[in-house]
């Protein structure tokens, strides 16, 4: 049993508790003081209610006594349970040895790591197990200073922070009692460097993965955004491939770094080449400084690329050089920079065949197919429709401080099977005029002005161009590339698609579909 007494800070106080409890012949287990705090801590064994209640009434009855109850743990057996659950629960292994480096407390996780059982070191000196750091010496400096060392502990190594520890002695001066040992193996400092370069894993929320494709491609891209190597993300156009790198930046190792966007359709080859790389003074007509290119301002943070199929030959080359090495020269200029930038890269096109027509540099494909994410179109994710037109819904009504309309069982229905060919973009777009132009609290699907749509002819482009001929080989070449990963060879792909093995083995020279034009 035991108490806590609340009381004044008067003399002889602790002495009358004291009394009564021998008055009642009781064995006083411990007692602990607080003047601070003005308590005063006892610990008995337990006794009847009657003679309990009586104890209580007569500690009461002493002057400057406030008030006496019952208490769970002394102060020094609360901070004994603390401390021990402290070090069993903790992942690292913990060594407390006195100023003779004599253990004095070891943890499980060092146990565990030593392979030793607990009676083989506490006690024994740590010091013929300890190779790498005299420990002993150091014990008995003049002046014990933290370390952070490389040590051997039963043929095992270990980054150790060896830490002093001091308890006050007389008139402030400090007094050595020994050290602390923390010892971090290889594996734990590996997982503690995962998680320091893991960025905001959250920034894929605004993606809206609730369809099994965007939760597989959002599943390998958080794997992705962790290492190094450049990203290719293939989609068509509005599917949300600068928001996927963006997620990317943000979950990475990088994240408080610069993540700067370029699009490559929008910029003719000489100024693409400058604003990537930069130039160097007078190397532009009217430029007389030196100018720093994307590249440079990126300088441990993140480049995107957008639709890199849209760079010109010569520039894919000096692309490639600086993936290879992270080198390059600015335009005009003679000395090397480098520097180090994370590539992620977009496109709509067809790369591989890019590649066979000889638009596109092989090796620079290879070299940015390392890591590839295919953002697949709205139309086939129909679980994610509803949920980011609630959210884009949401986010208009917010900016017209109105509040948010429900969209109607009509209109869901019709958002899930309408084609989008202009994916989560035409989505948007739809939604941000019908919410400005809204006068109810509801949305139908008359507010939303779309182009034609029929479930028996599909969607009606009106600006189709080329001719039928053309569209039945673009969709052919597709169906086959998409076939070939898993149907590896002309005649398994014949067999699937009921044709002869001469007829395939045709289509597949004539689109360039081979198994170095595409990844299986």
């Known amino acids: 049993m035991r108490l806590e007494i609340h009381c004044q800070d008067r003399l002889g106080i602790a002495q009358e508790v004291l009394q009564i409890l021998v008055s009642y012949q009781l064995d006083l287990r411990g007692i602990e003081v607080d003047p601070l705090q003005g308590r005063i801590y006892v610990s008995f064994p337990g006794i009847e209610f009657g003679t309990f209640q009586e104890l209580m009434a007569k500690i009461r009855r002493l002057a400057g006594v406030d008030d006496v109850k019952t208490t769970a743990f002394l102060p ?3 901070e004994h349970n603390e401390l ?3 070090l069993r629960t903790l992942p690292d ?3 407390a040895v006195d100023s003779k480096a004599h253990v004095t407390i070891i943890n499980e996780a060092a146990l565990d790591a030593l392979s030793l059982q607990r009676d083989e070191v506490e006690g024994h000196l740590l010091t013929p197990l300890l190779k790498g750091f005299n420990l002993s010496r150091w014990l008995e400096g003049d002046d014990v200073l933290a370390q952070t060392r490389r040590v051997e502990i039963q043929n095992k190594k270990f980054i150790a922070d060896l830490l002093p520890v001091m308890v006050p002695g007389e008139q402030e001066q400090e007094t050595l009692a020994g050290a602390v040992l923390n010892l971090k193996s290889e594996s734990r400092l590996g997982e503690q460097m995962v998680v320091f370069k ?11 993965a609730h369809s099994n494709l965007m939760r597989k491609v ?3 891209a958080k794997k992705m955004a962790q290492l190094d190597a450049p990203i290719l993300i293939m989609g068509e156009t509005g599917t949300g491939k600068e928001v996927l790198a963006r997620a990317c930046h943000a979950a990475s190792g990088r994240s408080g770094k610069p993540f700067l966007a370029v699009n490559m359709a929008a910029m003719p080859d000489n100024v693409a080449e400058s604003e990537l790389f930069g130039h160097g003074p007078n190397a532009m007509p009217g430029a007389t400084d030196a100018k720093k290119g994307i590249f440079e301002q990126a300088n441990k943070g993140t480049v995107f690329l957008d639709e890199v199929g849209e760079m010109s030959r010569e520039l894919q080359t000096k692309l490639l050089r600086f993936l290879q090495d992270g080198c390059f020269r600015r335009v005009g200029d003679e000395n090397e920079v480098r520097v180090d ?8 096109k067809d790369l591989p065949s890019m590649v066979q027509e000889g638009k596109f540099r092989e090796d620079l494909y290879y070299r940015l197919n390392v890591l590839s994410l295919t953002l697949p179109p709205l139309r086939e994710r129909k679980q994610d429709v509803v949920p980011l037109a ?6 208009f009504a917010a900016r017209l401080g109105r509040k948010s309309p429900r969209l109607t069982e009509a209109c869901e229905h019709f958002l899930q099977h309408y084609p989008w060919p202009g994916n989560v973009r035409q989505l948007e777009n739809a939604l941000y005029r019908a919410v400005t132009l809204l006068e109810s609290n509801e949305l139908d699907k008359d507010q939303l002005q779309l182009p034609s749509y029929t479930s028996d002819l599909g969607y009606l482009e009106k600006d189709f161009e080329g001719t039928l001929d053309e569209a039945v080989k673009a969709f052919e070449a597709d169906l086959l590339r998409k076939l070939f990963p898993a149907y590896p060879s002309s005649r398994q792909l014949a067999k699937k698609l009921g044709l002869s093995h001469t007829a395939v083995a045709n289509k597949l020279r004539d689109y360039g579909i081979s198994k170095k034009s595409v990844k299986i």
């Open 76 to 78: 020094s057996e609360r």
């Open 84 to 86: 021990t659950t402290l």
């Open 93 to 95: 292994g913990i060594i």
């Open 198 to 208: 893991k960025g905001d894993q959250e920034s894929f929320n605004n993606l809206h």
């Open 218 to 220: 959002v599943r390998e």
């Open 341 to 348: 930038v994370r590539v992620i890269c977009t496109t709509q």
């Open 390 to 395: 609630e959210h884009f819904i949401a986010r």
